[in-house]
């Protein structure tokens, strides 16, 4: 009647094994994360963002540590779809990052009460003039407060050919609307993508429609971002068509809309499977030596190292719409977390990363333009001339951008990615997406 | 004896007062670590929540404002809060009946005379047991229009019914619905195996002995008889739906446009991408109301069945 | 089916069972296809081991799972019995009050799970994960549980109390015991979902030594790219720990389910 009680007796001891060894590891993995003092050996700087990986980070990172024996950095890296999520608790927590990467807009005005003033960090790094020494500061800035300062300037406006393929297939690159089509039926004929486009990704499908604005008028956008012209206004319905002609026409690739950029377009580029991509100067180092062998690692030997991919401004798809124009800012910025334990080492570290000499040069070496502005271009690994070329003629349209890239309000960038949306899927028609636009710019003042 | 008088008497029924009384502790000392975890942690995020959906608060601002109910306002002239509650409408519907017909059906023929049933047993589960966030970064590549369902299509030479299935907006929340079929067949197939074993064989014999065939004994007398196991799937189902977010954030993120917003990755974005916490709590508070009436409603009508 | 099958009859059910099986079937075949491809099986399923801390996430989520289940499991039996077994006030209250947090989806404990996990520093802690996955997962357990215990005859428990034991007695020595099946049914849905959760290690458990294995296939996207059949040899095996789990169990496990947790 009774079952075995010796069953029972190990059944307890198991579950209360099980507690106890539950309840002994909660209490040893409970160890901080973060730091001893200088005191008692090197200070460790927790580092967390989405740009750089893993593997970009580490000349950065040994470089620092070399010239900083008592600084260690502990590099995470997050993909930018869960970036957002884990570090916004985070460093409410304590024991979040130290330093963090942040993007200009949205993100910037959202954790500015969660980061530390940089302006005296920056200050003694560079002297009271900081602001003249570095591109493009005050997107960073929220209320006076130097919330992070710029690793790199980038822009977009640009679209990347791969210039090896298109050769082989006996093209050119499109230069505007017309040619774009017939480019794009030769290449559909050869079994490739027109171009490939990310279009689940909102922020690519902004690029693009800020591109065909700045030609159909250029720099109404950032004023009608502003409140200060109209959205719902016609050029902008003008926008939103030749953005859904780029769909119906089959310019970009069927299916977009179900496409990340990172990594589906972008691997499908780089693989070869497409001529063309809109994308901006952050992907400058697809020029160098470096970063086509990280391509052979990633996508394996069937990769062409000696793979040419080429930038060239955004075709024109406005009759007399103005070429050339980039637009944009500071890709990512390094801030500080206010709550971190070790801040003095942490402003060492983004000091460095954005605005000395040595660590910029780094940046220099991936061809796109370092925060610093004294530090030129290192155009020494590029592989052709005609490559540098372009990367130089991008200068003066970097110097010169006509605004910013991103959207300050996070509201008015999600309804802006909505319509984008909603257009090249027919479920909305371009008044009544400039429409919507409107309505939210307006209910963010 | 109607009247306790002896002291041994009186005691006796102290004696039980007391013990029921301890008994009445016993239990609830029983219930105290399961309590505990699910008020504190349960009950207190509703609350929390609540409390949370009269502000208008970022997650960062240590001074929210309070706003009262103006986010239920918001969310009633939401056309966005609308559109998500139909796609979980629709996705529920399509999901609940399909999962379980095809759970009954593969139970029924897995009765059968089968060689190798473990195997087959095994195949139809293991998508239950698989992380969702593993088979949300599959199907991704499989309804790629250059990927395998597509493929699958060419080559059974339907082709004309090739799609971008996720970049399309008539098709992409079927896409996802099928994807949650994917997954969760193999539980109604489960329930539905376990109640089968139950039938009384009799019955069954009685059946064909009257001369009746396959079908109609099936149609009949097989599923009358798992009326409970019916009504526990569509109960999970439903509820099931409402709670679905994996699936849809990682393989369509609500899009293209807004055609697969679910009620969940609507409360995501605008909590976490959009940092509007305080309207996110409001959602959420929706939400569950929703999901609370729902079930009541359910349980209301299969209880009047099951009276008739 | 329900008389002695014929030849036909027999090809007829092995065929249509074929049939239905494929769209199951056929998709993890092409998981495991996909994994085989790029730079080849040997070198994408090594990549898991070299290029990523697989081995110590595979531990990490195991201790988890094993936390999990076994707080799962003790409250569950526990509030089972009561619920099933014990007569008291308020019972029914209390079992409806447990069940409503069925309904309640895990993005809306985010932000207040956040707060706590805060207020009682218990970042980087597995508890922090623990402890919100057994909230969710208590409703359903104890629902099973309670249903399988009242089915077990009341007599088996007055006889035990008359031979002087205590309620705990009778709990572990007779009740216990004879929910073997039911509590292989607990056990394995708490793995399941234990093993397979996502989100609350990826916000809670920030030292990167401490982080669990879901987190595996997000070191082969980089910035910029993925390597695609690496991420899928990952998702192989992420998956293989419980599918050979559940491969095991699955006897139990059926007999569970099927032992009236239906009621």
Avoid at chain 3, 16 to 44: E, H
Avoid at chain 3, 167 to 180: D, H, K, N, Q, Y
Wanted: proline share 5%.
């Amino acid at each position: 009647m009774f079952s075995k009680p010796r069953k029972s007796r190990r059944l307890r001891a198991m579950v209360s094994a099980g507690v106890a060894i539950t309840l002994a590891l909660s209490a040893c993995s409970a160890a901080p994360a973060a730091t001893e003092t200088t005191a008692t050996g090197p200070t460790t700087v927790n580092f967390w963002s989405w740009n750089p990986d893993e593997g970009t980070s580490k000349p950065y990172i040994a470089a620092f540590e070399a010239s900083h024996p008592n600084i260690k950095v502990q590099m995470r890296f997050i993909q930018y779809s869960d970036y957002v999520n884990t570090t916004q608790l985070a460093l409410q927590s304590g024991s979040g990052p130290d330093v963090f990467g942040l993007q200009v807009g949205a993100l910037t005005n959202q954790f500015a009460p969660l980061a530390e003033d940089l302006t005296p960090a920056i200050s003694k790094q560079l002297g009271t003039d900081w602001k003249t020494k570095l591109t493009a500061t005050d997107q960073l800035a929220v209320d006076g407060k130097q919330v992070a300062l710029p690793w790199m300037i980038t822009g977009g406006g640009l679209i990347w050919a791969n210039q090896t393929l298109i050769d082989s297939l006996k093209l050119t690159v499109p230069t505007n609307s017309e040619e774009l089509k017939s480019f794009c039926a030769a290449v559909k004929q050869a079994k490739k993508y027109c171009i490939v486009q990310g279009a689940k990704d909102a922020w690519q499908n902004i690029d693009v429609y800020q591109s065909i604005m700045n030609q159909v008028s250029p720099g109404t956008f950032y004023k009608a971002l502003a409140g200060q012209a109209d959205f719902s206004s016609a050029e902008f319905v003008k926008a939103f068509e030749i953005w859904k002609s780029l769909f119906s026409d089959g310019i970009f690739q069927e299916g977009a809309l179900g496409a990340t950029a990172y990594p589906d377009a972008n691997d499908a580029f780089h693989k070869g499977e497409a001529a063309l991509m809109i994308n901006g100067t952050w992907q400058n180092a697809d020029t160098t030596n470096t970063r086509l062998a990280q391509y052979v690692t990633s996508y394996g030997d069937s990769f062409d190292k000696n793979t040419v991919f080429m930038p060239y401004f955004f075709p024109q798809v406005v009759t007399g719409g103005a070429t050339g124009t980039l637009f944009g800012g500071p890709d990512v910025g390094f801030a500080v977390s206010s709550s971190s334990k070790v801040k003095e080492a942490a402003e060492t570290f983004v000091t460095w990363l954005t605005a000395s000499e040595e660590g910029q040069k780094i940046m220099a070496k991936t061809d796109q333009q370092p925060a610093l502005s004294s530090v030129p271009l290192d155009l020494s690994d590029v592989k052709t001339p005609a490559q540098v070329k372009a990367l130089e003629a991008q200068g003066p349209a970097l110097k010169g951008m006509i605004g910013a890239r991103q959207i300050q309000n996070a509201d008015v960038q999600t309804a802006l990615g909505d319509a984008l949306s909603a257009v090249a899927s027919g479920q909305q028609s371009a008044a009544d997406a400039a429409v919507s636009v409107q309505k939210a710019i307006a209910a963010a003042k | 004896m109607t009247q306790p008088s002896t002291v041994g008497q009186r005691t006796a029924i102290a004696r039980r007062e007391g013990s029921r009384r301890r008994s009445q502790l016993t239990a609830y000392l029983y219930l105290l670590p399961a309590l505990m975890i699910i008020i504190g942690i349960t009950y207190f995020s509703v609350f929390y929540n609540a409390w949370v959906s009269t502000l208008d608060w970022n997650g960062i601002d240590p001074n929210p404002d309070q706003v009262g109910g103006a986010n239920y306002l918001k969310i009633a002239r939401d056309p966005i809060f609308w559109t998500s509650v139909s796609h979980v409408a629709v996705f529920g519907v399509v999901t609940v009946i399909v999962q379980m017909v095809a759970g009954l059906g593969l139970a029924l023929v897995l009765g059968g005379p089968i060689v190798g049933r473990g195997v087959y047993k095994a195949l139809v589960f293991i998508p239950v047991v698989l992380a969702p966030a593993a088979i949300s970064t599959a199907f991704r590549q499989f309804l790629r229009p250059d990927g395998q369902v597509n493929d699958v299509l060419q080559g059974i030479g339907l082709a004309s019914m090739q799609q971008a299935w996720i970049a399309d907006p008539k098709f992409a929340l079927y896409a996802l619905a099928a994807v949650n079929i994917f997954q969760w067949t193999g539980f109604s197939f489960m329930l539905y195996q376990a109640a089968l074993s139950q039938i009384d064989q009799n019955h069954l014999e009685a059946a064909q002995l009257d001369g009746a065939g396959t079908w109609r004994t099936i149609r009949h007398i097989v599923i009358p008889q798992l009326r409970p196991t019916h009504l526990t799937l569509a109960l999970t189902g439903v509820i099931g739906s409402l709670k679905t977010f994996d699936i849809v954030f990682l393989i369509t993120g609500g899009g293209p446009g807004r055609s697969t917003e679910f009620l969940t990755t609507y409360i995501y974005k605008q909590s976490i991408m959009q940092f509007h916490v305080g309207y996110g709590a409001a959602l959420s508070v929706v939400m569950l109301l929703l999901a609370l009436i729902l079930t009541l409603v359910q349980t209301r009508i299969y209880k009047l069945d099951r009276e008739d | 089916m329900f008389s002695r099958p014929t030849w036909r009859s027999r090809v007829g059910y092995q065929l249509l069972a074929t049939i239905l099986i494929l769209p199951f079937a056929v998709p993890l075949l092409w998981i495991v296809t996909i994994s085989f491809q790029g730079a080849g099986p040997t070198a994408n399923y090594n990549a898991v081991f070299t290029q990523t801390p697989f081995v110590r996430f595979l531990l990490n989520s195991l201790l988890i799972s094993i936390g999990t289940v076994a707080l799962v499991f003790v409250c569950t039996m526990l509030a089972g019995y009561a619920l099933g077994k014990l007569k008291f006030r308020g019972r029914e209250l209390i079992f409806t009050g447990i069940l409503a947090g069925l309904m309640l989806p895990a993005i809306a404990l985010i932000v207040p799970l956040f707060m706590m996990v805060r207020r009682f520093g218990l970042f980087n802690n597995y508890l922090a994960v623990i402890v919100p996955l057994a909230a969710v997962l208590l409703p359903m357990t104890i629902l099973l549980t309670r249903n399988f215990m009242k089915g077990i005859p009341d007599e088996l428990l007055d006889a035990a109390r008359i031979d002087g034991a205590t309620s705990f007695g009778a709990l572990t020595r007779i009740v216990i015991p004879l929910s073997r099946p039911i509590i292989a049914v607990v056990i394995v849905w708490a793995f399941l979902n234990s093993w397979n959760e996502f989100l609350l290690p990826l916000l809670f458990l920030q030292d990167t030594s401490l982080q669990a294995v879901t987190q595996i296939p997000t070191y082969f996207t980089s910035t910029y790219g993925s390597d695609v059949p690496k991420i899928f040899a990952a998702l192989v095996l992420m998956c293989l720990p419980i599918v050979i789990a559940y491969l095991a169990f699955q006897k139990f496990f059926e007999r569970g389910l099927t032992a009236g947790a239906l009621k």
